[in-house]
C-alpha cells in the first residue's frame, strides 16, 4: 500500500507511542512475554522476579553468565547470552527465566512447545551438555518446574530450536508463571555461552506428538489508509481462518519494498524494530486489533509503502498484504 502524508489533522495519537510501553510481544499465546527480550536492558538480568523482568536463579560457582546484549537479535536487536564462562572454576550451568506470564495462566496437563532461536556465543568453546533443559514453572519457583532435557549443537547463525513439556495435573497454575533454559558445560572452567532470542510459547496442537507450529496464517485483505500531516490510519479485514492466537505486523517503508522484504520467519519485532532485506523498513504496529495508526516519526509530504502481516502464536508470518 503507497500512501503520502498530505492531508491536515488534529488528532492527537498516542497509540504508536505507546505500543509496547508495558510488554513487547503484544501478540502470541502471551503476548505479554517478552520473548524478543525488547525492554530487557543490557548486561546481566537481576534476581526479582516481575512482570518485566527476565531473571537469573542463582547456583553455586562463578563465570555465569546471563548477559542481554542490545544489537545483533535475531530480528529484533536484543539477545540473552546464557551459559558458563571459562572463568568458571566450579559449577556447571546457569539458567535464566522468562518475565512473568501475568494476563494468563498455564493450563494444567497441557503439551506446551518451547521455541527459540539460538547459535553458539563467538566465546563458545564446547557443545552444551545435554544435561542443559527447558522448563516451565507453574508459580515462577523452582520447585514447580516440569523441565524437558535438550540438545543443542553450536550453530554459528541463528537456527530454529524447538521441543515440548508438558505440565502436570496437580500443581496450581498461577499469573506468576514463568518458562525458561538451563544451560551446562560437562567441564566447569570450559566455556558453553549460548545466545537465544524469540523464545516463545504456546499449546502444541497436537498434543500428542507435540509438534511444533509451522504453518503460516493467511493474510488480511482490503487494506484502507487515510493519511494526514501527521499520521497515516490503516484498517483492513481479518483472514477468515482467524489469527491463531497471534496478531498483525504492519512494516513502513519510504521506498517501494520487493516481493522478499518481509520480516524473518518466527522472529519477534517490537515497534520501532527494523526489517532489514533489499530495503529497510520500520515495524509500525503489532497488535491484535485490525486497525493502526502511524505516527512514528511521519514527514509531511514524504511517500510511504506499508505491508500488514498476520501472525500466528509461533510467529509464523502471512504473505504481505499491500
Given at each position: 500500500?503507497?500512501?503520502?502524508?498530505?492531508?491536515?489533522?488534529?488528532?492527537?495519537?498516542?497509540?504508536?507511542?505507546?505500543?509496547?510501553?508495558?510488554?513487547?510481544?503484544?501478540?502470541?499465546?502471551?503476548?505479554?512475554?517478552?520473548?524478543?527480550?525488547?525492554?530487557?536492558?543490557?548486561?546481566?538480568?537481576?534476581?526479582?522476579?516481575?512482570?518485566?523482568?527476565?531473571?537469573?536463579?542463582?547456583?553455586?560457582?562463578?563465570?555465569?553468565?546471563?548477559?542481554?546484549?542490545?544489537?545483533?537479535?535475531?530480528?529484533?536487536?536484543?539477545?540473552?547470552?546464557?551459559?558458563?564462562?571459562?572463568?568458571?572454576?566450579?559449577?556447571?550451568?546457569?539458567?535464566?527465566?522468562?518475565?512473568?506470564?501475568?494476563?494468563?495462566?498455564?493450563?494444567?496437563?497441557?503439551?506446551?512447545?518451547?521455541?527459540?532461536?539460538?547459535?553458539?556465543?563467538?566465546?563458545?568453546?564446547?557443545?552444551?551438555?545435554?544435561?542443559?533443559?527447558?522448563?516451565?514453572?507453574?508459580?515462577?519457583?523452582?520447585?514447580?518446574?516440569?523441565?524437558?532435557?535438550?540438545?543443542?549443537?553450536?550453530?554459528?547463525?541463528?537456527?530454529?530450536?524447538?521441543?515440548?513439556?508438558?505440565?502436570?495435573?496437580?500443581?496450581?497454575?498461577?499469573?506468576?508463571?514463568?518458562?525458561?533454559?538451563?544451560?551446562?558445560?560437562?567441564?566447569?572452567?570450559?566455556?558453553?555461552?549460548?545466545?537465544?532470542?524469540?523464545?516463545?510459547?504456546?499449546?502444541?496442537?497436537?498434543?500428542?506428538?507435540?509438534?511444533?507450529?509451522?504453518?503460516?496464517?493467511?493474510?488480511?485483505?482490503?487494506?484502507?489508509?487515510?493519511?494526514?500531516?501527521?499520521?497515516?490510519?490503516?484498517?483492513?479485514?481479518a483472514p477468515i481462518t482467524g489469527i491463531d492466537n497471534g496478531?498483525?505486523?504492519?512494516?513502513?517503508?519510504?521506498?517501494?519494498?520487493?516481493?522478499?522484504?518481509?520480516?524473518?520467519?518466527?522472529?519477534?519485532?517490537?515497534?520501532?524494530?527494523?526489517?532489514?532485506?533489499?530495503?529497510?523498513?520500520?515495524?509500525?504496529?503489532?497488535?491484535?486489533?485490525?486497525?493502526?495508526?502511524?505516527?512514528?516519526?511521519?514527514?509531511?509530504?514524504?511517500?510511504?509503502?506499508?505491508?500488514?502481516?498476520?501472525?500466528?502464536?509461533?510467529?509464523?508470518?502471512?504473505?504481505?498484504?499491500?
Amino acid at each position: 500500500m503507497k500512501i503520502k502524508s498530505t492531508k491536515i489533522s488534529l488528532l492527537i495519537a498516542t497509540l504508536f507511542c505507546c505500543s509496547g510501553l508495558f510488554s513487547q510481544q503484544q501478540i502470541g499465546f502471551y503476548p505479554n512475554m517478552d520473548g524478543g527480550l525488547q525492554k530487557q536492558s543490557s548486561g546481566n538480568v537481576g534476581t526479582v522476579r516481575g512482570p518485566l523482568n527476565w531473571t537469573y536463579v542463582s547456583v553455586t560457582g562463578g563465570g555465569q553468565t546471563r548477559n542481554v546484549t542490545t544489537t545483533g537479535g535475531y530480528g529484533g536487536s536484543r539477545y540473552i547470552t546464557v551459559g558458563k564462562s571459562a572463568a568458571a572454576t566450579s559449577g556447571n550451568s546457569t539458567t535464566v527465566n522468562t518475565n512473568e506470564v501475568t494476563t494468563t495462566t498455564f493450563s494444567a496437563n497441557t503439551l506446551y512447545v518451547m521455541q527459540f532461536t539460538y547459535r553458539a556465543n563467538t566465546a563458545n568453546a564446547a557443545t552444551p551438555d545435554p544435561a542443559s533443559f527447558v522448563f516451565i514453572s507453574a508459580d515462577g519457583t523452582s520447585p514447580t518446574r516440569k523441565s524437558k532435557n535438550i540438545t543443542l549443537a553450536t550453530p554459528t547463525t541463528w537456527t530454529k530450536f524447538y521441543d515440548t513439556v508438558r505440565t502436570d495435573n496437580i500443581t496450581p497454575q498461577a499469573t506468576t508463571g514463568t518458562a525458561g533454559i538451563n544451560i551446562r558445560t560437562a567441564v566447569p572452567g570450559t566455556a558453553v555461552l549460548v545466545d537465544i532470542d524469540n523464545y516463545v510459547i504456546y499449546p502444541a496442537d497436537n498434543q500428542t506428538t507435540g509438534a511444533a507450529d509451522i504453518t503460516a496464517p493467511d493474510p488480511v485483505t482490503a487494506i484502507n489508509t487515510v493519511a494526514s500531516p501527521a499520521d497515516v490510519s490503516l484498517d483492513w479485514s481479518a483472514p477468515i481462518t482467524g489469527i491463531d492466537n497471534g496478531g498483525y505486523v504492519v512494516v513502513r517503508y519510504t521506498t517501494n519494498p520487493t516481493g522478499t522484504d518481509n520480516p524473518l520467519q518466527n522472529a519477534i519485532y517490537a515497534v520501532g524494530d527494523s526489517v532489514i532485506n533489499t530495503n529497510i523498513g520500520t515495524v509500525v504496529y503489532v497488535g491484535k486489533n485490525p486497525t493502526a495508526l502511524d505516527n512514528l516519526n511521519i514527514l509531511t509530504g514524504t511517500t510511504y509503502y506499508y505491508k500488514v502481516y498476520t501472525a500466528d502464536k509461533a510467529f509464523n508470518y502471512s504473505t504481505a498484504a499491500r
